[in-house]
């Protein structure tokens, strides 16, 4: 196994003991009296889960739909007036489409910005998976009202449910959907609930132009001088343009950056400067954004990107390493959610978030060095088996908790009817 609590690689060949949703034990040869299940690890790597930090999973219904537009068209002209039209249904059978995908990958724990958020949450609970949720904020119509009294909803039904899988964030869309009195009744309800705050930030030059035309000043110290900083555990998704300025006025924030490189590019956003975050003490996560723009959510698509990114910007190979990049999409994944005291690593006392990736591959042989095997040259078809909270949810790639193939036919339905708006099916 690969545990990722140390600051550099450490490799053990060990057995790990699960009890209900907790690893109790690790060690050499562990007794096996009165262990229901033994999983034979052989020729596999076991690894924590991956994290993926900033999703808007529905958003798989739109995968290949709308593609090669700049953001604000992307979102104003096609994926707005498309969501207009989701239901709830589509939303339950879109989430469970990017939970089965994240599960096939190597995803155990997700963060979700989106609406119908009880669908979202069930579809959590019925995956498996371990996710932190928050109904997105606009405040662009006359909506806000609604979207907040769903935000106040999705709290008292979900927090800690779905036997403590489930926690709730408070999720501002963005600095240029949310005015400065809108974000400070947000943030008084993030300390209300005593929750984290999930906020897209600095995605694009658009992004900064538009606030500093109407406010003076960078989307980052737009929120710093409204006190988002000051005590509230923050994720901040993509935080790609920002200025050196920007970067100390972010040092020391609670919480995270998720850092969604893939996105980034295909929206060609530019790159974020993820190694001088880092080396300000930041804590850079990964997450793939919604498959509308990042078309997969493959976290090792989002390892290779972050690392391959980061060298050519800094010119440096050294710049960031691959167990630099396996921290990112574990332990730091967990750090920004706040939920590093119970996954992002494996140890005792931890929450069994496990996956198993067979590594009898001929694109991971010869067997030098793992971490590198792992973070360039796997891909998510190489996990094998997936634990969640101690529940197998994926044995040798077949999904346990739901049937693969209803969810493929019930998503390319509910896709049928959002984006062409009636049940006919595409042409081929
Ligand atoms: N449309 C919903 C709110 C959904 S919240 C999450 C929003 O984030 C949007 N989104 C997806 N990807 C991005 C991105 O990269 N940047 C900014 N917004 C995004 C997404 O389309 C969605 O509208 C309502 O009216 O209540
Ligand atoms: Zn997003």
Redesign the pocket.
């Given at each position: 196994m690969l545990p990722m609590t140390t600051d550099v690689p450490r490799i053990q060949t060990v057995d790990i003991l699960i009890e209900g949703s907790t690893i109790t034990n690790i060690g050499e040869n562990l007794p096996e009296e009165g262990v229901d299940v033994i999983i034979d690890a052989v020729g596999k790597v076991v690894l924590p889960g991956f994290i993926n930090c900033h999703n808007?999973g529905a958003?798989s219904l739109f995968r290949g739909y709308s593609l090669d537009l700049r953001?604000m068209e992307w979102?104003s002209q096609k994926?707005?007036p498309a969501?207009e039209r989701l239901d709830a249904d589509a939303v339950y059978w879109g989430t469970m489409l990017a939970a089965a995908e994240m599960i096939k990958s190597g995803t155990t724990t997700f963060a979700d910005?989106?609406?119908f958020m009880d669908e979202v949450a069930q579809a959590v609970k019925d995956s498996g998976m371990r996710a932190a949720l928050c109904q997105?904020l606009?405040f662009i119509d006359d909506?806000g009202e609604r979207?907040l009294q769903s935000a106040q909803k999705l709290f008292e039904n979900w927090q800690g449910k779905a036997d403590g899988r489930i926690t709730t964030m408070v999720g501002p869309?963005?600095p240029h959907t949310c005015p400065p009195d809108k974000l400070k009744e947000v943030m008084d309800m993030a300390r209300c609930f005593d929750c984290p705050i999930h906020i897209?930030l600095a995605?694009t030059v658009e992004e900064v132009e538009h606030i500093f035309h109407h406010y003076g000043k960078s989307p980052v110290k737009y929120l710093y001088d409204l006190g988002m900083f000051e005590d509230h555990h923050c994720l901040l998704a993509h935080a790609v343009n920002v200025s050196r300025d920007d970067m100390y006025l972010l040092r020391g924030f609670r919480g995270g950056i998720s850092h969604n490189p893939v996105?980034n590019q295909k929206l060609g956003c530019g790159v974020a400067p993820v190694v001088e975050l880092r080396k300000m003490g930041i804590t850079v996560a990964l997450g793939t954004?919604?498959a509308?723009?990042a078309s997969t959510l493959d976290m090792f698509e989002e390892i290779k990107a972050t690392a391959w990114m980061q060298k050519n910007r800094a010119a440096d190979p050294t710049a960031i390493k691959a167990y630099d990049v396996l921290r990112m999409a574990t332990i730091e994944g967990a750090k920004a959610l706040g939920l590093e005291q119970e996954v992002g690593t494996i140890e005792v006392g931890k929450r069994a978030d496990l996956i198993l990736v067979d590594v009898e591959k001929p694109h991971l042989y010869p067997r030098t060095d793992i971490c590198a095997l792992l973070a360039y040259s796997a891909n998510g078809a190489d996990v094998d088996t997936v634990i969640i909270h101690g529940q197998v949810v994926m044995e040798q790639r077949r999904l346990r908790c739901m049937d693969e193939k209803e969810v493929l036919r019930k998503a390319q339905r509910a896709a049928c009817r959002v984006i062409l708006g009636q049940q006919s099916e595409f042409p081929i």
């Open positions: 808007h958003m953001l979102l994926i707005w969501e910005m989106y609406f997105g606009l909506q979207r869309h963005a897209h995605e996105s954004d919604g509308g723009s």
